[in-house]
């Protein structure tokens, strides 16, 4: 094969052979575009949820590809192309930075299709998700530090292309130890968050759409980067914290075993309230509500003031958002129950009076009539 692609060379003028070779790959970069543009609107009617590792290939690597062979089938057929010698250095030069660049590229979205099917692999819309928001998470910064890893690696490979790059770092090695302290401690601070990140990442104090009580706010971990943590508040604000805060101060977790949750509500009523048909209509009143997991559901008197008695309702929930939803359900309802049922049961204060008292203030108050 290669001795008939010389044998073609030789007997055609050599600007007439490079425009061959240049057309051709130009043709089969053309028929990749229209295969994939054809294998787009295929898999774009249907449904995300309907996953192929296929659609994924083609949606990730559609883009980097048409660049990509191109560039590698010019770098294939470069010994066959008629060039001068002044000019082949200079266009092989950039013709491998291109390739780089376009590698690069590819290799980031290869690491996409990857995300894709541990996705799929581990259903993140299920109930209880504790393991694959494990795996989220430290999917997530894996990807973020593989991708800035490819790029410095690409930008070397860049810079060593060229001669003046390579005759500078020799001379800069002897430089390296210095100039590695001076950056360490000048980046003290980024080194820090990047050493904090590997550590959440793997030890995993928070996940991915954990519940976290931060700073007085309640709101779910909507992202992870390499420097801070986007806590989505539960009115949609957004809460940034640096990275480090989560090595370095306390906070609560309440989805960091499971999302299982105990509610409680708290009533403050007279000390006649019926504290048994009061149990009875908090069984009725979860029985009824789908909130309910049935694990807990108690009513204790838990504390007796001057004026009221403390009663404590303990109910439990699948997660964090069902729970406040059944602790806003059952108090009401146990409000309404009293207040139609059992009026006297609600808070009231006291005053006794004493007749004879009365009288006896009265009698010192009547003026004297014989004045």
């Known amino acids: 094969m290669e001795k008939r692609i010389n044998d073609w060379s030789e007997n055609m003028p050599a600007w007439l052979w490079n425009i061959v070779l240049i057309t051709f790959i130009l043709f089969v970069g053309f028929i990749f575009k229209i295969i994939v543009t054809l294998l787009l609107k295929r898999y774009r009617g249907r449904k995300p949820a309907d996953y192929s590792l296929f659609r994924s290939i083609i949606v990730h690597l559609s883009r980097p590809l048409n660049h990509f062979i191109p560039l590698l089938i010019l770098n294939v057929l470069w010994p066959f192309l008629a060039i001068k010698e002044v000019y082949e250095g200079r266009f092989k030069l950039w013709l491998g930075i291109f390739l780089i660049i ?62 003046n790059v390579r005759k500078l770092g020799a001379g800069l090695l002897t430089g390296v130890g210095i100039g590695g302290i001076i950056i360490g401690f000048a980046a003290q601070k980024s080194l820090g968050n990047l050493l904090a990140g590997f550590q959440i990442a793997f030890t995993q104090p928070i996940r991915i759409d954990d519940v976290l009580v931060v700073e007085g706010e309640w709101g779910r971990v909507e992202d992870i980067t390499l420097t801070y943590v986007v806590l989505n508040i539960w009115d949609q604000r957004r ?72 009663l404590r309702a303990l109910v439990s929930a699948r997660n964090s958002s069902m729970a406040f939803d059944l602790r806003c359900y059952i108090r009401e309802n146990l409000i309404k129950f009293l207040a139609e049922n059992y009026p006297g049961s609600l808070p009231k204060t006291r005053y006794e009076l004493n007749n004879d008292h009365l009288a006896q203030k009265r009698m010192s108050q009547k003026p004297d009539l014989a004045d």
């Open 102 to 163: 376009s590698f690069a590229s590819v290799l980031m979205q290869s690491i996409n299709i990857l995300e894709d099917y541990i996705y799929y692999r581990y259903d993140f819309n299920k109930e209880n998700n504790l393991k694959e928001r494990k795996i989220r998470t430290q999917l997530q910064y894996i990807r973020r530090v593989a991708n800035i890893l490819i790029i410095l690696i690409s930008l070397s490979l860049i810079l060593l292309s060229f001669d």
């Open 239 to 310: 809460l940034i914290l640096p990275i480090t805060y989560f090595i370095e101060k306390p906070f609560q977790n309440w989805t960091r075993s499971t999302a299982e949750l105990l509610g409680t509500i708290f009533l403050y009523v007279d000390y006649l309230v019926p504290t048994e048909a009061l149990r009875t209509e908090l069984t009725r009143l979860l029985n009824a509500s789908p909130l309910w997991d049935k694990r807990v559901g108690i009513l204790q008197v838990t504390d007796a003031r001057e004026n009221t008695l403390e």
